[in-house]
């Protein structure tokens, strides 16, 4: 089992920036992908964006063109660039492994493993 460990979050302007790292834990990430995902206050966990293992990347329509995934191998991490954040990029972060292919790369319910997460608020 692969332990998660997502840090980078904090407090960011509107139009500012963050980087999200998400670190696995004594081994490997394995599986076919690494996933970011978000929840709001009151709101439903949301996908984000996905790496699968040849490096693909597939992006949730509201972030495509600001967010940007990308992993190194070496490090066992997988990031998530943020620039041209909104108030409505509010949310608590979570990095997930899925350890097969399902039907559908932003479905929560496929990934197996997720980290403990990591806030990120931006001001107007």
């Known amino acids: 089992q692969v332990q998660l460990v997502a840090s980078g979050g904090g407090l960011a302007q509107a139009g500012g920036s963050l980087r999200l790292s998400c670190a696995a834990s004594?081994?490997?990430?394995?599986?076919?992908?690494v996933g970011w995902f978000r929840q709001a206050p009151g709101k439903e966990r949301e996908f984000v964006a996905v790496?699968?293992?040849?490096?693909?990347?597939y992006y949730a329509d509201s972030v495509k063109g600001r967010f940007t995934i990308s992993r190194d191998n070496a490090k066992n991490t997988v990031y998530l660039q943020m620039n041209s954040l909104k108030p409505e990029d509010t949310a608590v972060y979570y990095c997930?492994?899925?350890?097969?292919?399902?039907?559908?790369?932003?479905?929560?319910?496929?990934?197996?493993?997720w980290g403990q997460g990591t806030q990120v608020t931006v001001s107007s």
């Open positions: 997930a492994v899925r350890r097969s292919f399902g039907s559908s790369w932003s479905s929560s319910v496929e990934y197996d493993y």
């Open positions: 790496i699968n293992w040849t490096g693909g990347t």
């Open positions: 004594g081994r490997t990430f394995g599986g076919v992908g």
